[in-house]
């Protein structure tokens, strides 16, 4: 009974986790900026899970080796983040927030599959729910004038549509659109993969064109290009064991798919230079010159510097990539340390448990994080907690399905 009581509490934890996340994701920073954040609810319920589930210990050895590579480096990483801060000055809360991610899908991996630790028929539709909800809210906010909502320091703020600015933006509860579209891509993403959880095809249709249209909202055209590689992942899937029944007349059928696809690229070589990504090129290749000239980072001073970018007439003030950020922000070794975590987390995942939708889904996100700042650390614990519910959970459930069916048989 006392056990059911902690693994109750592990559940109860990870669903507040997620409830603060997506829907109130509140957060306390010192900076007045959206680049510094602190505290936050989502990471108090977050490091609460990760507690309780350790201090009980019901760990499994299949993924060992990994997770402690995977700690071996985020160990490193704080080092450098450490030395970095206390002989530089920087902001060491970012680590912090890193660590805690990493170490949530840590946490995760190891446990066992118990029902009340992580119980996927309550958490997923909890989940989908949450998503299902801040979307509405968002789009009512967007129809009723605001680009955004800010809650930060204990303080709801309503930020209007600005006039003067030269397109109108759909930020909902993040401080950047690509920040809002990272998340939506992994909304898509939960809907595609747990699609068993929607009742019908309708219900299922609805939710994906709930999420396109706030995409579309956001006025960001590499997430809407990137959400059409899920359900291109999707449906190589579907029709691989199929190869041999399709008639040759029937890939007619991809054409309705292509279309969009074809007319968002167009949209986007209207609005932007495509053989430059939008600029992006030439951005990249003097964020590499600016952090080989500030291989100690810039620290806090990220956010009110710019530097001018050749080829473009207009300055900067982030490096447009995930990434390159980490490493100009926080120094060479830390954003390189973070760069190889990340990268081991994506090629395991796809090692055990490969698959064109995983690896459209994967597609998908690497073209947000690699495009403009879309992840930033308050984002990055629910980040990791989403790759484990979509590239590890699937996985597992089907690999206790099999083994449950060969014992079924053994008995027989």
Known sequence: METSIKWRGANISLMIFIFFSLVFPMYYAAFDSPYYPEFSFANLF??????????????????????IYLIALLILYDIA????????????WEAFNVSLAFLLLAVLLLSKREALILNEQRIIPFTIICQVITMIAGIIAYFVGYTSVSLTNGKISLIPHD??????????????????????????????VYRKYCKNKL???????LCLFCIILSHTYTALFASFLIYIGYFIDYIKPRMKKIKKTYWLL???????????????AQERNILSLGGRTYIWA???????????????????????????TFKVFNCHNVFLNEMYR??????????????SVIIY???KNFSFLNLGIWGALLISLNMDYSLLGRELTITMFYVYILFFLPYISQKEKNNSIEEKQGLR
């Open 286 to 312: 003097e964020s590499i010159r600016q952090i080989l000239q500030n291989p100690l980072g810039v620290g806090t001073d990220f956010g009110g510097i710019s530097f001018e970018v050749p080829g473009l």
């Open 203 to 209: 219900l299922f249709i609805a939710l994906n064109l």
């Open 163 to 192: 006039p003067n600015y030269y397109e109108k933006r759909f930020n909902w509860l993040y401080f950047h659109k690509s920040q809002y579209c990272f998340i939506l891509l992994l909304f898509v993403a939960l809907l595609v």
């Open 254 to 268: 991809t054409i309705p798919v292509l279309i969009p696809v074809i007319l968002i690229v167009y949209k986007m």
């Open 81 to 92: 983040s450490l030395y970095i801060n206390f002989t530089q000055s920087r902001w060491i």
């Open 46 to 67: 977050a490091g609460l899970f990760i507690l309780i589930v350790v201090l009980n210990r019901p760990f499994t050895k299949e993924h060992r080796t990994f997770i």
């Open 330 to 343: 926080f120094s060479l070794p830390v954003g390189l340390l973070f760069t190889i975590m990340f990268a």
């Open 349 to 351: 995942s796809l090692k």
